[in-house]
């Protein structure tokens, strides 16, 4: 993830910045990671900003957004979950071919049908 000297550090993707994906923001950014939440409550990014001290950026969620970051990262965590619901499909898998080589995609809604 990074805290190395004179290494790159990792990109981590979080889709959905819910209390899951702010529990795995915080080790990935006090490892040194690029980290991105992408969130679809309008909402959710401010209070982000403001629980995570401003130390990554939050965006809103579509497709083409979610798609172009996934392709870049070293480590994407779905944590999309709708309570008694299947998990809405965040990355189309023809998407997941195109993740960079070694890249690692964990997906936390598995027992829901899964995000991705």
């Known amino acids: 993830m990074g805290g190395v000297p004179r290494v790159i550090p990792g990109k981590v993707v979080i889709l959905v910045g819910g209390i899951v994906g702010t529990d795995d923001a915080k080790p990935a950014l006090e490892l040194g990671a690029n980290v991105n939440i992408f969130d679809v409550d309008f909402i959710q990014p401010r209070y982000l900003d403001n629980v995570l001290e401003n130390y990554l950026p939050a965006f809103m969620s579509n497709r083409k957004n979610i798609e172009g970051e996934v392709r870049k990262v070293d480590l994407a ?10 998990a809405p499909r965040l990355i189309a898998k023809d998407i997941l071919p195109q ?11 598995v027992d829901q049908g899964g995000c991705e």
Request: no cysteine.
């Open 99 to 109: 993740m960079r080589k070694r890249s690692v995609m964990v997906d936390v809604a």
């Open 77 to 86: 965590i779905g944590t999309m979950l709708l309570t008694g619901a299947n």
